[in-house]
């Protein structure tokens, strides 16, 4: 792939409250959002020309994008308009919560240049929501949809599967629900338990069940033939789209192209090192200030990259192409690799279609362990 284009991205790092299952960095006070939103812009200044070539995507993540005014919206857009080429019809995406669309809001983001919405609903169960300690309700979850359509063709939506006590019917009831409301596009994720969460700390006090990996795996299995049915591409392990829907923001991350990240704990990558940035609010605000870009950086070797490539590309409807892993990282890894994939394809676990290894069907839910097994591993 060539490395001209590239993606921005923009780390919001507040929230309402704070999700149980949540390991991003953010803050729930607003006291610096309208310093950090200016010391977001002038990152934007200081890196412009670490991205050569036309911005392609821009995303703003979080924390929560949605509690940005329409000033501060202006601000960054201004910034990343008057210090970046930008493609003619870029892919613009704001992370949005249910409880932050109102019609007033969506009239805001739909006269900027916002042209994607990426609706974190998660459930549309009161049950699921309270448990994730999420802060909008079912009725919510429902309505920002309906009004959203109004101003925005190309929504997507996140949905959690593998919850505690999850039964299936509840799980497709979910999927229903969003087929019935013509959401082109979901991303949806297992339910995981990361260190230093509160749901961890939940599940170890006993007030909520452990998370069940078989469940999760029906759920998934469930999901995959529910969304098929309706026309939906499972274009990359958690993302399923309509034709002319795939999220193109993503689809930069898996192919391996440049992108710049902006904001506390944001991360980057130029094709030969990824750079992340601090995940202190405080600290960030200070170094720029002072001119500093607060980020570690690690230059990555032929292997890392390889590995990156196994990781990322088996994920998805494109499969790993064995002609990319000669010319970008050599015949060795080339050799390597055919030989470590023989028992997975053995095993209908991968399957080889001329050039490319694709996970087969059977196998998609373990894809990431496939991935670790095929990974080059310097002795």
């Given at each position: 792939?060539?490395?001209?284009?590239?993606?921005?991205?923009?780390?919001?790092?507040?929230c309402?409250?704070?999700?149980?299952?949540?390991?991003?960095?953010?803050?729930?006070?607003?006291?610096?959002?309208?310093?950090?939103?200016?010391?977001?812009?002038?990152?934007?200044e200081?890196?412009?020309?670490?991205?050569?070539?036309?911005?392609?995507?821009?995303?703003?993540?979080g924390?929560?994008?949605?509690?940005?005014?329409?000033?501060?919206?202006?601000?960054?857009?201004?910034?990343?308009?008057?210090?970046f080429?930008?493609?003619k019809?870029?892919?613009?995406?704001?992370?949005?919560?249910?409880?932050?669309?109102?019609?007033?809001?969506?009239?805001?983001?739909?006269?900027?240049?916002?042209?994607?919405?990426?609706?974190?609903?998660?459930?549309?169960?009161?049950?699921?929501?309270?448990?994730?300690?999420?802060?909008?309700?079912?009725?919510?979850?429902?309505?920002?949809?309906?009004?959203?359509?109004?101003?925005?063709?190309?929504?997507?939506?996140?949905?959690?599967?593998?919850?505690?006590?999850?039964?299936?019917?509840?799980?497709?009831?979910?999927?229903?629900?969003?087929?019935?409301?013509?959401?082109?596009?979901?991303?949806?994720?297992?339910?995981?338990?990361?260190?230093?969460?509160?749901?961890?700390?939940?599940?170890?006090?006993?007030?909520?069940?452990?998370?069940?990996?078989?469940?999760?795996?029906?759920?998934?299995?469930?999901?995959?033939?529910?969304?098929?049915?309706?026309?939906?591409?499972?274009?990359?392990?958690?993302?399923?789209?309509?034709?002319?829907?795939?999220?193109r923001?993503?689809?930069?991350?898996?192919?391996?192209?440049?992108?710049?990240?902006?904001?506390?704990?944001?991360?980057?990558?130029?094709?030969?090192?990824?750079?992340?940035?601090?995940?202190?609010?405080?600290?960030?605000?200070k170094?720029?200030?002072?001119?500093?870009?607060?980020?570690?950086?690690?230059?990555?070797?032929?292997?890392?990259?390889?590995?990156?490539?196994?990781?990322?590309?088996?994920?998805?409807?494109?499969?790993?192409?064995?002609?990319?892993?000669?010319?970008?990282?050599?015949?060795?890894?080339?050799?390597?690799?055919?030989?470590?994939?023989?028992?997975?394809?053995?095993?209908?676990?991968?399957?080889?279609?001329?050039?490319?290894?694709?996970?087969?069907?059977?196998?998609?839910?373990?894809?990431?362990?496939i991935?670790?097994?095929?990974?080059?591993?310097?002795?």
């Open positions: 792939m060539g490395r001209s284009g590239g993606a921005l991205y923009i780390h919001i790092p507040f309402k409250q704070a999700c149980h299952y949540c390991d991003f960095h953010f803050s729930t006070s607003m006291k610096k959002k309208n310093e950090v939103v200016k010391a977001l812009c002038k990152e934007l200081l890196r412009k020309g670490e991205i050569s070539g036309e911005i392609e995507t821009i995303y703003f993540g924390g929560t994008p949605s509690l940005l005014t329409s000033e501060e919206l202006e601000q960054i857009f201004d910034t990343i308009f008057s210090n080429k930008v493609a019809n870029p892919e613009i995406t704001l992370e949005a919560n249910p409880d932050d669309l109102s019609e007033e809001k969506l009239k805001m983001f739909a006269t900027s240049p916002i042209n994607r919405l990426s609706i974190g609903v998660q459930s549309f169960f009161e049950e699921d929501l309270k448990m994730m300690n999420r802060a909008h309700n079912e009725n919510e979850a429902l309505k920002s949809i309906q009004l959203a359509r109004n101003y925005f063709d190309n929504i997507s939506i996140d949905l959690i599967y593998g919850i505690p006590g999850m039964s299936n019917e509840r799980w497709l009831q979910n999927l229903t629900t969003a087929l019935d409301l013509g959401v082109p596009h979901i991303s949806s994720y297992a339910l995981t338990v990361e260190p230093k969460t509160a749901l961890k700390k939940l599940i170890e006090k006993g007030k909520i069940s452990p998370v069940d990996e078989d469940a999760a795996k029906g759920h998934y299995e469930l999901m995959i033939e529910v969304l098929e049915n309706a026309e939906f591409e499972n274009y990359e392990f958690s993302n399923f789209g309509k034709p002319g829907y795939f999220s923001n993503n689809t930069t991350y898996w192919f391996g192209k440049p992108y710049l990240g902006i904001g506390p704990s944001a991360h980057s990558f130029d094709g030969n090192h990824r750079k992340w940035n601090i995940n202190n609010n405080i600290l960030y605000l170094a720029i200030e002072k001119g500093e870009i607060p980020a570690e950086v690690e230059e990555l070797t032929v292997t890392d990259k390889y590995n990156e490539y196994i990781m990322t590309r088996l994920r998805t409807k494109w499969g790993i192409s064995l002609q990319e892993v000669r010319v970008n990282f050599g015949a060795e890894y080339q050799e390597y690799l055919l030989n470590e994939a023989q028992r997975f394809i053995q095993d209908k676990m991968l399957e080889k279609q001329g050039d490319h290894l694709h996970i087969s069907k059977k196998a998609k839910f373990l894809s990431d362990g991935a670790a097994d095929l990974f080059f591993i310097n002795l």
